[in-house]
């Protein structure tokens, strides 16, 4: 499959290609519904991940340089919600919730920051304005470079 964007070829691969080592930003956030998260932050010492505003992740990465500026890339699968506060949990504001069948997607609000992520119970329940708890799966991040947007 080939995935052109103003009529320039971005990436020539097999679907599961496309969406598991997309080769910059255009094409991760093409591959997939609902489509992927896309923050933008600095990589610093110790894997800290420091978005605008001062919000901080640690996010383990390989060997990117400490200082630069990147866009980590997440799938909404990959951000785990839950009605329950569970280990390496942070608290966020529901904003939309989307039942699709067997599994629930949901918009938070975490410090400013929007996610779309997925519901890991069954309960459709949870009303825009709730409280839900989530967790990034950083082992599944998709870094890309802030000013180039290709792959790192």
Known sequence: ???????????????????????????????????????????????????????????????????????AGLRPEDIEVSIEKGEDTLGATVSVVEPAGSITWIDILFKGLRLKGMLKERDQSIPPGGQVFFRPRWEKVHIFDAETERRL
């Open 1 to 71: 499959v080939a995935v052109l964007y103003n009529g320039e070829i971005q990436q020539c691969a097999p679907p599961v290609e496309l969406f598991e080592r997309p080769a910059n930003v255009f094409v991760a956030g093409f591959m997939g519904s609902p489509p992927m998260n896309m923050i933008e932050g600095e990589l610093m010492d110790g894997g800290r991940f420091v978005l605008e505003g001062g919000l901080e992740f640690f996010m383990p990465t390989a060997s990117i340089p400490q200082g630069r500026r990147i866009v």
